[in-house]
């Protein structure tokens, strides 16, 4: 779980960066695509997890 807390942070300085450098729109790309990627993975392990769980 702590890489995917990696991931995301990553996300949102590769975002920050690219909307404060001007000419770096890609990297707000790529921060967005992470970002996202990342809370699918969370809501994969999630739902499994639940599924899973004992009564």
Do not use: D
Request: net charge positive; aromatic share 8%.
């Amino acid at each position: 779980m702590a890489w995917l807390l990696l991931i995301v942070l990553i996300a949102v300085v590769c975002g920050f960066v690219g909307v404060l450098v001007k000419g770096l729109l890609w990297l707000l790309v790529i921060g967005a695509v992470l970002f996202v990627g990342a809370l699918l993975v969370t809501g994969m392990r999630m739902g499994r997890n639940r599924h899973s769980a004992p009564r």
